[in-house]
């Protein structure tokens, strides 16, 4: 799944609860996994469809020398990464129970941030997003991660407009590339 975008603000109520945006409903399905996101360094949460958790996790296993059994470091990964995640499913009105441990974790009380990041939502505070972005130069092409001496250099093509490949006639798309 391609496609969630976006920046959302939100709270969290008094049960723990957040609503998922509306945008983003419509692209997940109805069985989620809520985790801690990987990067330890910036307290988050991601929210995942259950199946892409699974295939982000094999992913990752497969970074480290793929599944193997009687592995230790594979054993501790499936219980730190598992065991620090909850299946959740959105009520009618689509808000979902984040767990306390996770709650406290993030550092979520009162308000969230909640970020597409392709194939996932990113959910946490306002001063973690701020935080993630701090080390990140502005290029009206894209963002790049500062260096020592300033920004990265623009790409040598960076002014000149995208050309789009030559559509196929026999798969003309219904709808403009954006």
Request: hydrophobic fraction near 35%; charge should be neutral.
């Amino acid at each position: 799944m391609a496609g969630l975008k976006g920046r959302y603000d939100g709270r969290v109520d008094a049960k723990g609860r957040v609503s998922i945006p509306s945008k983003c409903r419509k692209l997940l399905p109805e069985q989620l996994v809520v985790a801690k996101h990987p990067n330890k360094k910036l307290p988050a949460l991601v929210l995942y469809p259950e199946e892409g958790y699974d295939l982000w996790f094999d992913r990752l296993l497969e970074s480290k020398g793929g599944a193997r059994a009687n592995d230790e470091m594979q054993d501790r990964l499936i219980d730190e990464y598992y065991q620090d995640s909850g299946n959740v499913e959105p009520d009618d009105l689509g808000r979902i129970t984040i767990p306390s441990y996770l709650r406290e974790y993030a550092g979520i009380k009162h308000t969230v941030v909640i970020t597409g990041a392709r194939d996932h939502l990113i959910i946490r505070t306002p001063e973690a997003l701020a935080k993630s972005r701090a080390g990140f130069a502005s290029n009206p092409v894209y963002d790049t991660p500062a260096s020592g001496s300033g920004a990265a250099a623009p790409l040598p093509d960076a002014g000149k407009p995208l050309e789009r490949p030559a559509a196929d006639p026999g798969n003309t798309p219904s709808e403009p590339l954006s």
